[in-house]
């Protein structure tokens, strides 16, 4: 079950609880329960149901396990000479991007039911337009969106993050500028970062002197994952309307040089004395 369904064999690409209520009947030969039996029993289980992890179809497996194998002679190899011949200290930094955007869509409206549908009140319609249409609207089809920037050290617990309109050589260099402005003083950092055309590949990328880019390899799993996250507009009157809550950032949210050290909020379900 935890594997999924083969298409061919079980006939569904996802386990649903009418499929497994199916699947238990035949391979079990009991009669079938409800749905909801079924889901209690999955819960019992400690089972649940939850978005998956995606990775790029080309992932390799062996580079990945290459490249943590291989990990300090990379770095080595790509370090200046004058840093290790100096002796001086590394950090270890790690750096990726999200583009979280915004779109509008449609939204459900009031209308009236088809006649019969529903009981009748003693109060008649009338004069409120045709009785079991579906009404029009104009669907706001903009899009705005940002990139976030974002590097932490994990052994100093320290962090660095840019919210920037576009993702490009620019935002890049204006991030690098933020990280450097966070490295201990004497201290030499070694940036982990993807293979985008806008980081070390880019010939105008402005590394600093006391940062050094680690590219990681191509197709590595869990790093070279699908980077877009899309938030509807708000329900209310926001989705087939045309206004000014749609704008472009710009500017960079945070300061260049500002730390900010990660913090893990407590979820208000897991605060003690909540069910």
Known sequence: MISGPDLGTDGAVRWRCVDLVKQSAVRFCVR????????KWLRRLRLT???????HPKKNEAAQTAFKTNFKTIVEAELPDEVTQDGRPIEVWFQDKARVGQQGTLSRLWA???KGSVRRSRMEWQ???????????VRDNRRANASIDGAICPCRQIGAALVMATANTEAMNEHLKA???QVAPGAHAV???DG???HAKSKDIVVPANVTLVTLPPYVPNSTRWKTSGSSSATT?????FGSHTKRWSQPAARHGTGSSPTRRRSPLSAPGRG
Do not use: Y
């Open 127 to 137: 004069d409120e337009g045709p009785i079991g249409s579906r009404p029009a609207t």
């Open 196 to 198: 985008a055309g806008w």
């Open 237 to 241: 009157g926001s989705r087939h309307r």
């Open 32 to 39: 079938e329960v409800h749905p909801s039996t079924m889901a």
């Open 191 to 193: 940036l982990v970062c």
């Open 179 to 181: 990280i450097s402005a």
């Open 49 to 55: 149901k939850m978005t998956a992890r995606l990775f």
């Open 112 to 114: 009236r039911l088809a």
